[in-house]
């Protein structure tokens, strides 16, 4: 039975098979891996074996990108100055990600709904029973918590291979917590109709924008020690740093010079330009 035609012709263009090819080769994911419901989800793969692996992966059609570091102050009010004592309370990073999740064919489009319905379910918690007598009552046990990967722009820069573009989210994936999915099928795509029998009404879209609220849950050490010294060299994109640079000198300076030097060397000009 061939393809049918989209529930709309009018599309953004086809994404063809060398784009997951160059995601491949390139490490150009957008993987979120659900922590609390990894070792309680699995899928049945083609041979009939289960997979363990729960983890939801998209190609990086990125449409925004936002990393934000807040440094949190609460000002103290003391009798007989004039300011506020800041202080300091912790350091927070939220990162807002959006992306499109585009289907060049029907089986893709079937995919990626499947995977965004999968992605939904994780925002869900885990519960435990109370007992084969009692299904009814339930103890929640693990809140939703994720490690998202993507590239070295969201990456634990901890460890040899932190840093680098490689790996998975379950290895060196940020660990947070998620606000919530955005999930808006694009409607000037238009659809696909479902190729299974009996799902007369059920359609796949052509282009699904997902964005998502990341709040970064710090598990590696950060900030600088009394030497000044990072405490994670190639934090936050995995550049290693190799410290302050050294000031800009115009042509003829001396770099080693005192500030006394250069002081004595300014009056000295002085005195020439006044004689």
């Known amino acids: 039975m061939a393809n049918p035609l989209p529930f709309k ?5 086809n994404h063809v098979a060398h784009d997951s090819a160059y995601a ?3 490490g150009f994911y957008i993987e979120i891996f659900p922590v609390h419901a990894a070792k309680k989800v699995a899928t049945s793969s083609e041979d009939g074996d289960l997979d363990a692996t729960s983890a939801v992966r998209f190609k990086a059609y990125l ?9 949190d102050f609460s000002p103290e009010s003391v009798f007989g ?33 499947k995977k965004c319905s999968r992605l939904m379910s994780y925002m869900y918690p885990v519960y435990q029973t109370l007992g084969e007598q009692n299904q009814s009552g339930k103890i929640l046990t693990s809140p939703p918590l994720f490690r998202v990967k993507f590239a070295n722009l969201i990456t634990n820069t901890s460890g040899d291979a932190g840093g680098s573009i490689g790996g998975t989210a379950e290895e060196h994936g940020l660990l947070g917590t998620i606000q919530g999915f955005t999930y808006s099928p694009d409607l000037d795509s238009g659809f696909f ?36 010294k990072k405490a994670q060299g190639t934090f936050p994109y995995g550049q290693k740093d190799s410290g302050p640079t050294q000031n800009f000198q115009s042509p003829g300076t001396n770099v080693n010079n005192s500030v006394a030097d250069r002081k004595e060397q300014a009056d000295n000009q002085r005195s020439l330009e006044n004689n």
């Open 63 to 71: 449409t925004q990108f936002d990393d934000q570091y807040s440094a």
């Open 193 to 228: 109709t479902s190729l299974e029998t009996g799902m007369k009404g059920d359609l796949l879209p052509q282009t699904i924008s997902l964005s998502c609220e990341f709040s970064v849950i710090h598990d590696h050490a950060l900030g600088f020690d009394s030497g000044g």
């Open 81 to 113: 100055r004039m300011d506020a004592i800041q202080v300091y309370r912790g350091t927070t990073r939220n990162i807002s990600l959006s992306w499109d999740v585009p289907s060049s064919n029907h089986e893709e489009a079937a995919e990626n709904l």
């Open 9 to 13: 012709t009018k599309t953004k263009g």
């Open 24 to 26: 491949n080769n390139n």
